[in-house]
């Protein structure tokens, strides 16, 4: 990633950290990305002996696992310049994305888990921040087949119409839920989780507003998975559908039971999962720019390196200038996010918005320059 950094004002540590993680990106990421995409059937990519377990123990043994736990935990917040967080994220997305989204969603259920003060709770977080060896896999069901973007307009607390809540359902009986539903193939981690950040219907008279959040190991009987689902992109990134049948779980394990506050928690997820892919999708821009830069240096046209073909030059420029306006967003949103708690959604969801579009963008330019090769 040879460019000049803008962010004079980067810690010591920032950089330390920043190298560190260029190493394992560049050295274990990137390849293992893509010889898991070069496999015909998704199910590969996670057998044993995958390179993926590889990139899973790199990442963990690096402890990049344990940046959002405090301290007292055995984690990384507190003491770690937020400056940092967005350094590794571009680092890991300039290798590969797939893999990248993989590795930062595991967190999700263990990290919900800190909202709960019960001893099985926060016992669970500790075995995965000391988890090196990547036997505990987190996953975040929040999509079902019929509700994907109900769960951001959820935030809204007018937003209560019955028949855009979730379809899974958990209902109270004693002292246990009986949990009923499935999530969609688009879960990322989906069939190898061992445990879920699961957002359940309530109430699904409320919609949206009638919502919990359980966090629960997916070892419990009447829970199935799909097949892995197969994809043109991010074949890295594992992802499929969770069925739940009359899953018994304690009451305990439903660590958001009040609405108003499950509504707020979500809302915070959600400004911490956009906020990251914004910062993530920069890294993939940043690298298809990088590819088509070295390669028009390379390849000769007319006598000469295609670079100095003047509107090759001009392609190359405007590539550049729209990955380091999507960095800027990204790391300004993510200033403000970690200063200004709960940040701001809006600018979160328009940050991932313009990296991701500018990561399709630059990708597609640069198959362009490579012409034929492309």
Same mark, same amino acid.
């Given at each position: 990633?040879?460019?000049?950094? !803008?962010d004079t004002?980067?810690? =010591?540590?920032?950089?330390?950290?920043?190298?560190?993680?260029?190493?394992?990106?560049? %050295?274990?990421?990137?390849?293992?990305?893509? %010889?898991?995409?070069?496999?015909?059937?998704?199910?590969?990519?996670?057998?044993?002996?995958?390179?993926?377990? *590889?990139?899973?123990?790199?990442?963990?043994? +690096?402890?990049?696992?344990?940046?959002?736990?405090?301290? &007292?935990?055995?984690?990384?917040?507190?003491?770690? *310049?937020?400056?940092?967080?967005? +350094?590794?994220?571009?680092?890991?997305?300039?290798?590969?994305?797939?893999?990248? /989204?993989?590795? $930062?969603? $595991?967190?999700?259920? #263990?990290?919900?888990?800190?909202?709960?003060?019960?001893?099985?709770?926060?016992?669970?977080?500790?075995?995965?921040?000391?988890d090196t060896?990547?036997?505990?896999?987190?996953?975040?069901?929040?999509?079902?087949?019929?509700?994907?973007?109900?769960?951001?307009?959820?935030?809204?607390?007018?937003?209560? *119409?019955?028949?855009?809540?979730?379809? !899974?359902?958990?209902?109270?009986?004693?002292?246990?839920?009986?949990?009923?539903?499935?999530?969609?193939?688009?879960?990322?981690?989906?069939?190898?989780?061992?445990?879920?950040?699961?957002?359940?219907?309530?109430?699904?008279? =409320?919609?949206?507003?009638?919502?919990?959040?359980?966090?629960?190991?997916?070892?419990?009987?009447?829970?199935?998975?799909?097949?892995?689902?197969?994809?043109?992109?991010?074949?890295?990134?594992?992802?499929?559908?969770?069925? #739940?049948?009359?899953? =018994?779980?304690? =009451?305990?394990?439903? /660590?958001?039971?009040?609405?108003a506050m499950?509504?707020?928690?979500?809302?915070?997820?959600?400004?911490?999962?956009?906020?990251?892919?914004?910062?993530?999708?920069?890294? +993939?821009?940043?690298?298809?720019?990088? %590819?088509? #830069?070295?390669?028009?240096?390379?390849? /000769?046209?007319?006598?000469?390196?295609?670079? %100095?073909?003047?509107?090759?030059?001009?392609?190359? #420029?405007?590539?550049?200038?729209?990955? &380091?306006?999507?960095?800027?967003?990204?790391?300004?949103?993510?200033?403000?996010?970690?200063?200004?708690?709960?940040?701001? +959604?809006?600018?979160?969801?328009? $940050?991932?918005?313009?990296?991701?579009?500018?990561?399709?963008?630059?990708?597609? *330019?640069?198959?362009?320059?490579?012409?034929?090769?492309?």
């Amino acid at each position: 990633m040879g460019y000049t950094e !803008l962010d004079t004002d980067l810690s =010591k540590e920032a950089l330390a950290v920043q190298k560190e993680v260029q190493k394992f990106a560049r %050295e274990v990421v990137r390849p293992a990305g893509i %010889e898991l995409d070069k496999l015909p059937d998704p199910a590969d990519v996670y057998a044993d002996g995958s390179v993926y377990w *590889d990139v899973v123990k790199g990442y963990r043994e +690096l402890g990049l696992h344990t940046a959002a736990f405090p301290k &007292e935990l055995g984690g990384m917040a507190g003491d770690m *310049d937020p400056s940092v967080g967005p +350094l590794i994220s571009e680092c890991m997305g300039h290798a590969d994305a797939g893999l990248t /989204i993989s590795l $930062s969603v $595991s967190v999700m259920p #263990f990290y919900a888990a800190a909202l709960s003060p019960e001893p099985v709770h926060q016992n669970m977080i500790k075995d995965y921040i000391n988890d090196t060896s990547g036997e505990m896999i987190g996953c975040w069901a929040i999509t079902e087949p019929a509700h994907g973007s109900d769960a951001i307009l959820g935030i809204n607390p007018k937003y209560d *119409d019955p028949n855009c809540g979730y379809d !899974l359902t958990a209902e109270l009986k004693g002292d246990e839920y009986i949990l009923n539903g499935q999530k969609s193939a688009w879960v990322s981690n989906g069939t190898i989780a061992t445990h879920a950040s699961l957002h359940v219907a309530l109430d699904p008279a =409320k919609g949206m507003q009638g919502s919990g959040i359980c966090v629960i190991p997916l070892d419990l009987a009447g829970i199935s998975r799909g097949k892995p689902l197969d994809k043109i992109g991010q074949r890295p990134l594992n992802q499929g559908e969770i069925f #739940f049948q009359d899953v =018994k779980i304690p =009451k305990s394990h439903m /660590i958001v039971s009040d609405s108003a506050m499950a509504t707020m928690t979500a809302k915070m997820i959600l400004t911490g999962a956009n906020g990251g892919m914004g910062q993530m999708f920069v890294g +993939l821009a940043q690298a298809a720019y990088d %590819e088509a #830069f070295a390669y028009a240096k390379e390849r /000769i046209q007319g006598g000469v390196p295609i670079f %100095e073909h003047k509107n090759i030059k001009l392609q190359l #420029f405007n590539m550049f200038t729209k990955v &380091e306006a999507a960095r800027a967003l990204a790391r300004r949103v993510s200033r403000y996010n970690s200063n200004t708690p709960p940040g701001s +959604l809006p600018h979160a969801i328009a $940050s991932k918005i313009l990296s991701t579009n500018t990561a399709f963008e630059v990708a597609s *330019d640069a198959i362009s320059v490579f012409g034929g090769n492309g």
